[in-house]
């Protein structure tokens, strides 16, 4: 995923300073530009840090392996084990990360839109664990004691975004506001239990033998650098400082609806080049 990241913003940064030099992609309006407005046509490219918090909510993130584990069972038809809402709660956790951005303006006037990527590693996600118990008489005329618990954590070490830009130029600030896709690299870990106890019924005809402890049905699911998929929106200020040598403050919002849905805000302070 990081290696991805990286070539696909070198890809635009390297041909950025012969390409600036071409008439036609720096555009035939900036002549006329406002005296004092900052000319913010033509490629970038930058490096930024930031620090933000992740939002997760696991409830419902292992109902799928709990399905799989009591599958053909009599506890899931009857009881509906596997949709149990267990006792997730939504976790909040900070992080910090540091990387990169590269892109295109093209503007019009006061009017600035462009495509821009951005890649951003560090650390962020969280986990919980959440258990429910029900107690029910089923079919078979015993009464089934039914515990299930399960365990959900998401680690995100690199997020990538492909945004649409548009802003309006201000003197030496340029606001905007984007949107767009958003990839990312993550572990995934889950693991489910469910326990079966059993006590004959009115009119049970199960052994003795067979009554008590049915056994514990587990499993334990990891998913390591697993791409992951959402979207990305956002506001910020590029500020020019001197030539093509620009400040940035920025906010970005990154959802990615895998099996654990994770919210991740993060503000960012970086500095670019336009060529």
Do not use: C
Not at 127 to 147: A, F, I, K, P
Not at 171 to 187: I, R
């Amino acid at each position: 995923m990081r290696k991805f990241i990286f070539a696909a913003v070198l890809s635009i940064a390297a041909p950025a300073a012969h390409a600036a030099d071409l008439p036609i992609l720096r555009g035939s309006l900036s002549e006329g530009r406002t005296m004092g407005r900052s000319d913010w046509d033509g490629f970038y490219i930058g490096a930024h840090a930031g620090y933000g918090t992740s939002d997760e909510k696991f409830t419902g993130s292992n109902s799928t392996m709990t399905a799989g584990v009591l599958a053909n069972t009599l506890v899931e038809s009857e009881m509906g084990v596997s949709q149990w809402p267990l006792t997730f709660t939504k976790q909040s956790s900070h992080g910090n990360g540091w990387g990169g951005f590269a892109g295109y303006n093209s503007q019009w006037d006061d009017v600035v839109i462009g495509v821009e990527m951005s890649y951003l590693h560090g650390k962020f996600g969280g986990s919980d664990s959440g258990s429910m118990t029900r107690y029910s008489l089923l079919s078979d005329n015993n009464y089934h004691s039914v515990s299930s618990s399960a365990t959900s954590s998401i680690a995100i070490s690199d997020i990538g975004t492909f945004r649409a830009r548009a802003g309006y130029a201000y003197g030496a600030f340029l606001p905007y506001m984007f949107g767009g896709l958003a990839l990312g690299q993550a572990d995934i870990v889950r693991s489910v239990a469910v326990r079966d106890f059993v006590t004959a019924g009115p009119g049970s005809t199960t052994p003795a033998s067979l009554l008590g402890n049915q056994g514990t049905a587990t499993q334990v699911q990891g998913q390591y650098s697993r791409l992951i998929y959402g979207y990305t929106a956002g506001l910020g200020v590029d500020i020019n400082l001197i030539g093509g040598l620009f400040a940035r403050a920025e906010w970005e919002y990154v959802r990615f609806t895998s099996s654990i849905d994770t919210n991740i805000n993060t503000v960012r302070a970086g500095v670019g080049y336009k060529f």
